[in-house]
């Protein structure tokens, strides 16, 4: 069984069923990194939820990124920056924006002092904590309910302050990963 981590990955590069999702990159007015900053850079170790062991590794490197099993191969391809995969910072977080047609979806990436990493998003598969969740966010701004195909999108539009207002009220949550190299 792959980690949350794994999973989220997953979704953002195939797009679950229900996501969170936005007009442009995120957030709004701040400028594009046109390369990951070294300091980011490295190998990520993941652990399984169920009984702890190691599993996959996420291998950051200038351009992008790319994970790789237990047996060192290369599994679910690769995000490289481009019109499609931007990547920004602000205000201690690195926002991973990933097209999906015409809607960005957003992943975030803080980094802990020791070095690892937490891997964040907002997680709306439940339908309870989806209603919660987006009743929460509509008092600050506008949800727009978007269907495409069997995807279902909920567009906002925040401010650079809105965004970070959702992320210290605990909107966005995930996993941690370690740095091994």
């Known amino acids: 069984m792959r980690t949350t981590l794994l999973i989220l990955f997953w979704a953002a590069l195939l797009i679950?069923?229900?996501?969170v999702s936005f007009k442009t990159p995120q957030p709004a007015g701040i400028k594009a990194l046109r390369e990951i900053p070294p300091s980011l850079q490295g190998h990520y170790l993941s652990y399984d939820e169920v009984n702890g062991e190691e599993s996959d590794t996420l291998i950051i490197e200038s351009w992008g990124y790319h994970f790789k099993d237990k047996k060192d191969?290369?599994?679910l391809g690769r995000g490289h920056l481009s019109d499609s995969l931007v990547v920004k910072f602000y205000k201690?977080?690195?926002?991973?924006?990933?097209k999906s047609g015409d809607q960005w979806v957003l992943r975030l990436i803080?980094?802990?002092?020791?070095g690892?990493?937490?891997f964040l998003s907002i997680d709306i598969q439940d339908d309870t904590k989806r209603r919660e969740i987006l009743k929460k966010i509509s008092k600050e701004t506008a949800v727009r309910?978007?269907?495409?195909?069997?995807?279902?999108?909920?567009q906002i539009t925040p401010t650079?302050?809105?965004?970070?207002?959702?992320i210290d009220k605990g909107f966005f949550s995930g996993s941690e990963l370690s740095k091994i190299q």
């Open 92 to 98: 201690n977080y690195y926002f991973v924006n990933f």
């Open 116 to 118: 690892g990493i937490e």
């Open 145 to 154: 309910e978007i269907h495409r195909g069997e995807d279902t999108f909920y």
């Open 160 to 166: 650079p302050d809105q965004l970070m207002k959702f």
């Open 110 to 114: 803080r980094q802990k002092a020791y």
């Open 73 to 75: 191969v290369d599994w």
């Open 16 to 19: 679950s069923c229900k996501e």
